[in-house]
Structures are given as structure tokens and as C-alpha cells.
């Protein structure tokens, strides 16, 4: 079997290429001129096609002779200005990849897609958990991206019979990621991110209450509150549970032409985390209660551990404490 990756060098891509190779799969992978992760997987054994999503001629040698691909090749910015760059590449780049499997007559065993919770008004959800039937209207350009790439894949499917199959993941917490206020997880449990995330929520009231809680100077951990003193909440998936959820989908007929949320076992409170991250590290934290909208992330998994068995393990405190063991 012979698997075209792309975003091979990234968060998700590294781990899964160990896993496909591990079950015996021959892995391509479509990897941008400078990116630093290609020697990595050169010494993996992994035929590499040096390009971007956005080079037709380099997608095309991509996916030639693929039996499986797995499309995870994206830029995530939230900066005003970088629309441009984000419909080139993530819906440019899918359409560049259905185009060439089609112009080639490929006949696929699969086309995994990658796509987000972002696609959901997470914010401002009508209801939570949030299942796979909850209108999208995403709120971001980014998330707009993914959405139009998920209609994109099953209009490949209708009109071209080409197998999708689509996940919505959460938020991924790679383990050392989430103990840092930089880190891609990590930016929603400190206080100096979530400064930067309210101001460009357009939030100043909820700048004013992390200003006046006195965080002192720096990591300080963020114990947010609603204005009635209950924690936000957030839910995210750990790599290894995302990689058996892909794993499961790939393995699944049933999963053709379906669209799942992949998340972590629970959404966690933050009391949780932050107390938990708080032991484990000796960080300071501030309990802030803040005016306005909670964020209350919860995602329903129910499809996809009904139809395919996913069991994810991963709770924030395992989350926490792989990231934090010596
Ligand atoms: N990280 C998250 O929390 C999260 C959450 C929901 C959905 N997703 C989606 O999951 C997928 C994987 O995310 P990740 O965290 O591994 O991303 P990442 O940023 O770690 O890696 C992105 C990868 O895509 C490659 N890439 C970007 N632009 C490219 C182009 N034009 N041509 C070829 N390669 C290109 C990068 O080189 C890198 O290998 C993405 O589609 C992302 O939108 C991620």
C-alpha cells in the first residue's frame, strides 16, 4: 500500500508517518523547498516530492500511483491580512489535490482530509457538546478554509465517486506543548496569551480583569472564571489519540463519505488543568473571574466511537502528566 502524507513534517504528520510505516506502508510525502523536518524523514525512508500545495505540477507527481492520501497540509493564522495566504493554500492546495486525482483517473482506496472544529461557531455555539450536525458558520477565515475544503471533498465523491473521508480534530495537544504559554496548547492556560486572545476577540473588558488580577511578572497560569465564578472549559485531543482515530477511519469502509469530530476522551474544566499544571510545575496562577461570554469548548465523539471504535485515552491530567514526567 503506498500512502501520499502531506504535512508530513508537521504536529501530526511526524507521528503519523511512524505509524503508517509501522503497519507496512510505502509513505510519500509532498514537502515544502525549505522545511527543515525533510531530512528527518529522508532518514525515515520516506520518498519525499519537494513542492507546495499550491504547485500544480508538484501535486500531480504527488499523488501518482497513490493507493491512500492523507491530506494534512495546512497554514492555521488568525492575523488580519493573511486571507490571501490562506485560500491559496488550504483551499487552493485541496482543490490542486482532487484536480490531479481526477485528471489522473486515480482510483484511491481513500482521501483523508483534515479538517477542524474551527469550522463550528465554537464561541457562540447553539448547543454543546457539539456534534457533527451542528451548523458550521465558522467565524474565522481559517475556519471558513476548512469548510469549503469539506465541500470540496464530497463533491469529489458525489461527482467522482473518490472515497473521503473527513475529520473535524480539536485543538491538538502535543505533551510539551501545553506547559509553555507559547506553546500550541499551552496559550489558552496563561495569562499573558489569553491577554493577546481577548484583545483580538475585541474583548477590553476582559483585558481590563486580567490586567487588575495582578499576574506579577512571568508564566503565570490563568484560572479563568464566568462572571458567576464557574471555570471555562476547553476540550482538546492528544496526537496519539488523533493518529488512532485516523488510523480507525482509514481502516473502516464505513467511514467513506462521513465526517467525524476527533477530540479527547472529555472536555476538562479549568480548575483542572491549571491546578493540575500548578502541582506539577510550580507555576503561580491567578483565578480570574471575567465579564462576559465563558469559553465552554465540548465536543460529542459519540459517531465516532460508535462507528469506529475510537477510544480516546487521553485525559488533561495524562495530558499533563506525560508532558511533565523526568
Ligand atoms: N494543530 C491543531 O490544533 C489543529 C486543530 C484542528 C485542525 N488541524 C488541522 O490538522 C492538520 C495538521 O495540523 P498540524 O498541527 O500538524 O499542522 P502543522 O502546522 O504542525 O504542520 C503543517 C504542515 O503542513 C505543511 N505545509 C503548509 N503549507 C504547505 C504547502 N503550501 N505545501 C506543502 N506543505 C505545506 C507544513 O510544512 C507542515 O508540514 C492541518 O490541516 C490543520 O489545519 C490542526
Do not use: C
Amino acid at each position: 500500500m503506498t500512502t501520499l502524507i502531506t504535512g508530513a513534517t508537521g504536529r501530526v504528520g511526524r507521528e503519523l508517518v511512524r505509524s503508517r510505516q509501522a503497519m507496512g506502508e510505502s509513505i510519500r510525502a509532498l514537502v515544502l523547498p525549505d522545511d527543515p523536518g525533510r531530512a528527518d524523514l529522508e532518514k525515515a525512508g520516506v520518498e519525499i516530492i519537494v513542492g507546495s500545495l499550491t504547485d500544480k505540477d508538484a501535486v500531480a507527481k504527488a499523488v501518482a500511483d497513490m493507493d491512500i492520501i492523507v491530506h494534512l497540509a495546512a497554514v492555521m493564522l488568525w492575523e488580519p491580512g493573511a486571507d490571501q495566504e490562506l485560500f491559496s493554500q488550504n483551499i487552493g492546495g485541496a482543490f490542486n489535490l482532487f484536480d490531479a486525482v481526477v485528471s489522473q483517473g486515480l482510483k484511491l482506496k481513500r482521501f483523508f482530509i483534515a479538517s477542524s472544529d474551527e469550522v463550528y461557531p465554537s464561541l457562540k455555539a447553539l448547543y454543546t457538546p457539539i456534534d457533527e450536525r451542528h451548523p458550521q458558520n465558522p467565524y474565522s477565515f481559517y475556519g471558513l478554509t476548512k469548510e469549503v475544503d469539506e465541500r470540496l471533498a464530497f463533491f469529489y465523491h458525489r461527482a467522482h465517486g473518490i472515497p473521503v473521508t473527513v475529520a473535524r480534530f480539536a485543538l491538538i495537544a502535543r505533551s510539551e506543548e501545553i506547559t509553555r504559554p507559547d506553546g500550541w496548547s499551552g496559550r489558552f492556560l496563561f495569562v499573558e496569551p489569553m491577554r493577546g486572545l481577548f484583545n483580538a476577540l475585541g474583548r477590553p473588558d476582559a483585558v481590563a480583569a486580567l490586567d487588575a488580577a495582578d499576574a506579577g511578572p512571568g508564566d503565570t497560569l490563568l484560572l479563568a472564571l464566568d462572571p458567576d465564578g464557574v471555570p471555562y472549559e476547553f476540550h482538546i485531543v492528544d496526537v496519539i489519540d488523533l493518529i488512532e482515530g485516523i488510523n480507525l477511519m482509514l481502516a473502516n469502509p464505513s467511514a467513506v463519505a462521513e465526517v467525524f469530530n476527533l477530540s479527547g476522551p472529555s472536555p476538562f474544566s479549568y480548575r483542572v488543568a491549571v491546578e493540575t499544571l500548578h502541582k506539577a510545575l510550580d507555576l503561580p496562577f491567578v483565578e480570574v473571574r471575567i465579564p462576559g461570554p465563558a469559553i465552554r469548548i465540548s465536543h460529542e465523539i459519540a459517531k465516532a466511537k460508535s462507528i469506529l471504535g475510537y477510544k480516546p485515552v487521553y485525559d488533561i491530567q495524562r495530558i499533563i502528566a506525560e508532558a511533565t514526567k523526568t
